[in-house]
């Protein structure tokens, strides 16, 4: 995949730079600090205008975040599972009843329109609520008398300083993903979240505090690839937890486990859905616009590949195409508005070259949304459909995260099967269907971690995990509910005999029951 790497850093002395602005500062020991060589502009992608400018960690600043958190995991490994859950009680009071204040820093700069900030929160609160029963699932095991006047019992105990590494599309609900079960298991954590949009970060820090958490129990710092090498290779950082793309991740997995650190690395996708000759067609077109163009597409969960099976694909484009003409298309902070910009201009310009090659590699543009009419600034990309693509062509191959659906038929439920089964994303699937015995058949022989049955977008619920398979998750555990406890929490298992003065005796066999 060929990506295009803008290069955000400013210099202060440029005189370009509006010296007024707005710096987003690195959060360490409960400080802030807004000092650094460098800094990354931060756009409002609506207006394409410069809103802030964020500082970028040098290694030094790294090294003081890495040691703020070292500092805190003595203490707050031994802070009483009460106290830890109070912090998160008081979390989610303080972000349910602010979140318009979160939403609106997600929509200046991520986009989406504020609803589906709000909608963006509610997912990372979820997480919150979750971690706040943490008395119930930092629980151990227990086995009374395993072998005579033996008992054995399994504890957690948390790593220690863990990584959480965050991108763009979820500025807010990422990190709550992360940050939050790893604390409330009792690690200390760095944060590097994505330079584009850092400022809901720099939000929850602040509450997060403001719930309680003692100081150097979470850390933030901002930057690029300099900040998240240092992260990794620091040997006193026990644990990485990373969500971005694909190439970034495989990287980030090779290069942390290679030093031994437990890795989950969370990578792009390519989401299909399948709609069954037999399926309420209205209800699947409904299901495809707003899963498709929801967020402009930057979605991870996003669907992008329509999969009609038999001969049903020329009616359900046309309902489609009816309803995409209906969009609204704006400013994400205009309450009539359905679909915001994407996040940068080389986004924009990465997406409409994928739209460019469609046609030239033999699929047909029904809606193009490069003629789509839009707001002249800022970074907005017209919803678009493609039909008649397949794979080998890049526009299927490639993880397009912008408004494009694309079609690719299908003259049978295996067909349909085996095209999603060979696609190297696995993150989320759908089927869209009537019959149960289709719909159970699909959940039994699809190779993708995450899958819905007439539900587009089958984000779990914060009481399961969260992940995808083949190149959309490296590593084994999947993120929030159940399993992320499970990676932030190593198990030791005791075993213990309290045995009279006469009941001891020498055995050098190898202990048996
Ligand atoms: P990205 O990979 O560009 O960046 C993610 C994070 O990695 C950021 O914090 C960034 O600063 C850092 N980073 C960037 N380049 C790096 C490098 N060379 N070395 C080390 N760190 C680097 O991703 P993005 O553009 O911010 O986010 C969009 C991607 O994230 C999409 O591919 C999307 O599918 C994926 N995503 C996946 C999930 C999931 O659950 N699987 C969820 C959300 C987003």
């Known amino acids: 995949m060929t990506q295009v790497v803008p290069d955000t850093r400013i210099d202060h002395n440029d005189t370009t730079t509006d010296s007024a602005i707005r710096v987003v500062p690195h959060i360490i020991g409960g400080r802030q600090l807004a000092e650094s060589e460098h800094f990354g502009k931060v756009y409002n992608p609506a207006t394409g205008l410069v809103t802030a400018s964020v500082a970028f960690a040098s290694r030094d600043t790294v090294d003081a975040a890495i040691s703020a958190a070292q500092a805190a995991a003595p203490g707050w490994r031994s802070t009483g599972l009460a106290k830890r859950a109070a912090v998160m009680f008081k979390l989610h009071e303080i972000i349910t009843s602010r979140k318009h204040e979160l939403a609106e820093l997600i929509t200046e700069e991520q986009g989406k329109v504020l609803s589906d900030a709000i909608g963006e929160i509610a997912r990372g609160v979820e997480n919150v609520e979750f971690c706040a029963g943490l008395v119930h699932h930092m629980k151990g095991e227990f086995l009374e008398q395993a072998a005579t006047g033996v008992d054995v019992r399994q504890i957690r105990q948390p790593l220690g300083v863990v990584a959480c590494i965050t991108p763009f599309n979820f500025p807010a609900m990422v990190p709550l993903w992360m940050i939050t079960t790893a604390i409330a298991a ?29 100081e150097g129990v979470l850390n933030l710092v901002h930057g690029d690839r300099e900040a998240v090498e240092t992260i990794i290779d620091d040997p006193r950082v026990q644990a990485v937890s990373f969500v971005g793309s ?8 090779t290069r942390a486990t290679a030093l031994g650190k437990r890795v989950q690395a969370l990578g792009g996708a390519k989401n299909h859905m399948v709609v069954m000759p037999d399926a309420d067609l209205d209800a699947a ?13 930057e979605r991870c969960m996003a669907i992008s590949v329509i999969v009609p099976v038999g001969d049903i694909a020329d009616e359900l484009i046309a309902k489609i195409k009816t309803r995409m003409a209906d969009l609204t298309i704006g400013e994400g902070t205009h309450p009539d508005s359905e679909m915001g910009p994407v996040i940068t201009s080389e986004a924009k310009q990465r997406i409409e070259g994928l739209i460019a090659g469609a046609s030239t590699s033999g699929a047909e543009l029904v809606v193009d949304g490069r003629s789509a009419d839009l ?139």
């Open 186 to 214: 009792g690690n200390t954590v760095v944060l590097k979240p994505s330079e584009k949009d850092p400022s809901a970060v720099n939000w929850i820090v602040e509450a997060f505090h403001e719930a309680g958490l003692p």
């Open 246 to 253: 694909t190439p970034i991740a495989q990287s980030i997995y």
């Open 375 to 513: 707001p002249e600034d800022g970074f907005f990309v017209g919803p678009t459909l493609i039909d008649h693509v397949a794979p080998g062509m890049p526009v299927y191959d490639e993880e397009i995260f912008g408004p494009v659906l694309s079609v690719a038929r299908a003259q049978s439920f295996d067909e349909a099967v085996e095209l999603i089964n060979n696609c190297q994303f696995a993150n989320g699937t759908a089927i869209f269907t009537r019959d149960g015995r289709a719909a159970r058949e699909f959940e039994f022989a699809i190779e993708v971690g995450m899958v819905g049955v007439n539900v587009p977008i089958p984000v779990p619920i914060g009481s399961f995990s969260f992940g995808g398979w083949k190149k959309s998750l490296f590593g084994d555990t999947h993120i929030y509910g159940p399993e992320s406890f499970n990676f932030y929490t190593r198990r030791k298992v005791v075993t213990s005999r309290w045995p009279l003065p006469d009941e001891s005796h020498i055995n050098l066999g190898f202990p048996t029951n």
């Open 285 to 297: 077109a409904d299901a495809a616009i707003s899963a498709g163009f929801g967020a402009a597409g």
